[in-house]
């Protein structure tokens, strides 16, 4: 059993807000998007990308759309400083995107970190210093004031240095590291002071970057620190307000969507939520979150597969099955309530009409997925998706009795098999219930004729390895068929019939497939019978002798 958590934890304080305006606030607009992926999300990895992968990450993040990409560490390894020279003078940066570069506000770090950005069209330089309490005690023994100077400083060295590079066009981003476990006074203090130091304008904007550098209370804690800061900040029209959720909590895309009613403009985040411990914020996500609501986010995972599979390939990592929008179950039912109710969905939904499937939120199309992959076959499925199923592979649409009936005979199947069922393993058991030729009675021919007013039929059947042919009359082909085959079988009759044509041609070359429920006059179960022809009346006779069959077995 855990220990008594009161004795080793404490609940993070909240923040005095006297007119919280967060709550009441739509998200309306997208975020500006910074990928960390090549940065925070490579050094995570157990083992970080060479060259070759880190450029086909970049190229994946700039035909994604992001404008904003932090692409490296430079002054903590030679292999991320050459990268950044390489996309420079290789020419990888498109016109449209600010690549962007991290480092500590130490002196040697700075200038190798401007060093590596020598040439560059236009570059973030996004430097931090950790502020919180625990650090400034504990880390680094350093009072607030040399705290504060740190930052200052490095800000002032960035500012020369720049100058010195007037070719490129710079942007400072600053980041009080551990922010969310700073005294909000204390981070105001230094942010202030940093925004002072560079000169921030309305159009020389600082982007000050306020990160849950560990996630250490509910989302709604952050968005009240977000929203202090927001409201107290000087020079906040020169400000750019950022948010670098962390996901130690779990609750990183909330904190995210929190911050940015509580008045952030931009995140920072990693492609699937990949980062160190628990990750960065899941810019997929949060993004695909807006689109679901109506807001274009202005970043394309129209092919959310071929994302995924760059980003596996990149980082060596997997992507969880369950991963929202992207992984491999997320668009398939296995309950059968579930399944019955996609379908049923499926069925309404107009293409013109907003988006109003059950259980499924967003359009699997809209994401480059299939809807073969929706509903999926298990022991916990039931009707709604074994039909689903042979309604999208096979053009075959049940009647809702017929439905109930075959889902019997694949729970059966399933209990004594266990495993997953495919569509063409369904395909193969309907088959085999239904339509298979090895039964006591098999159809062979038939041939019409008129009597006085009245259909005949002459009818041949395989019974025990021998023919038999059978005549009856009655005011139709189905009437007349009926009366032959009860000199095999004594009391057929048909409770229901219905004729569809099947497959994804509906025209005059499609294959007629009828559908007879019978039973016997003197009671007992009903089950079907399935036929299928290039005419409609074959079959019908076929489905009679098919019906037969079942209730004889």
Known sequence: MLKNPSTKYTAFPPVALSDRQWPNRTLTTPPIWMSTDLRDGNQSLFEPMNAERKLRMFKTLCDIGFKEIEVAFPSASQTDFDFVRQIIEDGHIPDDVTIEVLTQAREHLIRRTMESLKGAR????????????????????????????????????????????????????????????????????????????????????????????????????????????HTHLARRDSIILSLHPHNDRGTAVAAAELGLMAGADRVEGCLFGNGERTGNVDIVTLALNFYTQGVAPGL??????????????????????????????????????????????????????????PYLPIDPADVGRSYGSVIRVNSQSGKGGIAYLLENEYGLALPRRLQVEF?????????????????????????????????????????????????????????????????????????????????????????????????????????????????????????????????IVTASIKALVSGMNRLAG
């Open 300 to 357: 394309d995972f129209s092919d959310i597969n071929a994302v995924a599979r760059t980003v596996e390939y990149c980082t060596q990592l997997p992507i969880h099955p369950r991963h929202p929008y992207v992984g491999d179950l997320v668009f398939t039912a296995f309950s059968g309530s579930h399944q019955d109710a996609i379908k049923k969905g499926f069925a309404a939904q107009k293409p013109d009409a907003l988006w109003n499937v």
């Open 122 to 229: 236009r570059a973030i330089v996004h430097v931090y210093n950790a502020t919180s309490k625990p650090f400034r005690d504990v880390v680094f023994g350093m009072s607030k004031a040399e705290v504060l100077d740190m930052a200052v400083s490095a800000v002032q060295l960035i500012k020369q240095l720049a100058a010195e590079q007037p070719d490129t066009e710079w942007v400072l981003e600053y980041s009080p590291e551990t922010f969310t476990a700073t005294e909000l006074d204390f981070a105001l203090e230094v942010c202030d002071a940093v925004t002072a130091a560079w000169g921030a304008t309305p159009d020389n904007k600082v982007i000050l970057n306020l990160p849950t550098t560990v996630e250490v209370a509910s989302p709604n804690v952050y968005a009240d620190q977000i929203e202090w800061m």
């Open 407 to 535: 889902s019997g005979e694949v729970q059966r199947y399933m209990d004594d098999h266990g495993g997953e069922m495919s569509a063409a393993d369904i395909w193969a058991l309907f088959q085999q219930a239904y339509l298979a030729q090895n039964k006591p009675v098999r159809y062979v021919e038939h041939h019409l004729f008129e009597q006085d007013e009245t259909q005949g039929i002459s009818l041949t059947i395989e019974q025990d390895s021998k023919q038999h042919t059978l005549t009856g009359t009655g005011n139709g082909p189905i009437d007349a068929a009926i009366h032959a085959l009860n000199g095999v079988t004594s009391g057929l009759q048909v409770r229901s019939f219905e004729e569809r044509a099947i497959g994804l041609n509906k025209g005059s070359d499609a294959t007629a497939c009828a559908f007879v429920e019978v039973n016997r006059k003197d009671g007992g179960k009903e089950c079907y019978g399935v036929g299928m022809d290039n005419n």
